[in-house]
């Protein structure tokens, strides 16, 4: 093996190179490098280094004139890889240690004092908050677009029914606002989700340094101010090797397309010749290469199809993280690539849906035609009976027997004569008819919740209330 011939300069140039009698292996670097993906995160990379510069300074760790060389140097830095002049390099493996050695290129010594009291294990874990908070940011304006979607078309089609369904067998008529409402209420929770998983996010971890803290004097507090963060992270150890809020972030961004991958089923099934309770403008859809009468419902599929991406990188953060011991290992550098395709497969599909929203036609005639068969106001005739003091499991089998009745004679409820009901039950009167009509039953249902017009205009109206919509 070759020896230094000058032990004042290691054979490496790495900025971690001093203790390396060896340069790196060209298939190393090109293993290890993160810097094809996480340059991404360049800006958040830089505003860290400002605010720990500015705080290195207020502590006399750097001049005046050494912070303001710094914080010039990293806006010119910065204003660079924007116009995408910068000229990125694999052997510098991330975007910390390319910025940094760009910096000290720069402006000389001042740039190689920024690293004080700071190590790249903190410093990544600082970008990556920074950057999923405006990500935060970012899907809940996206669903507040789809939200609002949702409370548009429920207060268009106001007062159409549909069949509401349970085992995908007709089950109930309810009103279609009803059913457009549910998925309000499901992009509701994901919102909530994400802003309380932001609040986990928002605790800065940059003084953690390596794992074990630092014996330079540094205020963490400062550093956490000037980023907008509510606090500063408790135990340094922790701190290096949490990955808990990307996990958590990516499993918000996973249910978030678990409920357009649902509303994209349905979108698909409702769209079909079977169903046809849906249009899809042609804008919106796309044709078969070999069928000439094809329309298909391609975006919803996608969108669907998408929801394996997603799921995908929330397994893979799981998977990483389990069994990896305290504190830094470099296996966390697979954490990005999942947690950018997260991003940019649940933001690209919230923004496709929430014009999708807008492509939109309901076929109400068919809607209404579908509730007319299947017996769908069978549990209200059951109830009716009930509100007669028939107890309830007693009604249930008087009801099933007429059910059987009319399958027999392949007729629906409302087409039995009072005096054939009341074969079944003598407490059957004339007023059975405002009970068994899909009108009657949708209307009945005013318990909290439930489908009736009076509560779903209290549900519409506190949707919109919610998106801004007068
Ligand atoms: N590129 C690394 C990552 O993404 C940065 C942290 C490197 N730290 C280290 N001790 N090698 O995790």
Known sequence: ???NPNPKKSPSSKLWGGRFAQSTAASVEAFSASIDYDSRLYRYDIAGSKAHATMLAANGLLSKEEL??????????EKEIDSG?????QELEDI???IEKALADRIGPAGAKLHSARSRNDQVALDLKLYLRDQCDLLVELLDDVRRGFATLARTYLGAVMPGYTHMQRAQPVLVSHHLLAYFEMFSRDRDRLLDCRKRINICPLGGAAMAGTGLPIEREQVADLLGFDGVTSNSMDTAGDRDFAIEFVSC?????LHLSRLCEELVLWAGGEF?????EDTFCTGSSIMPQKKNPDIAELVRGKSGRVVGSLMTLLTIMKGLPLTYNRDLQEDKEPVFDAVDTVSASLSIIGELLENLKFNTEKMREATTSGFMTATDLADYLVLKDVPFREAHGIVGRIVGHCIDKGCELVDLTVQELKKFSAVIEKDV???ISVDGSVQSRISTGGTSMQRVEEALGSAEKQVGIA
């Open 1 to 3: 093996m070759a020896t």
């Open 68 to 77: 303001q060389a710094i914080v010039d140097g990293l806006s010119e830095i």
């Open 85 to 89: 002049d910068f000229k990125f390099s």
């Open 96 to 98: 910390h240690m390319n």
């Open 253 to 257: 961004c996973a249910q978030i397309q």
């Open 276 to 280: 046809d309770f849906v249009m899809i």
């Open 433 to 435: 008819y405002e009970v």
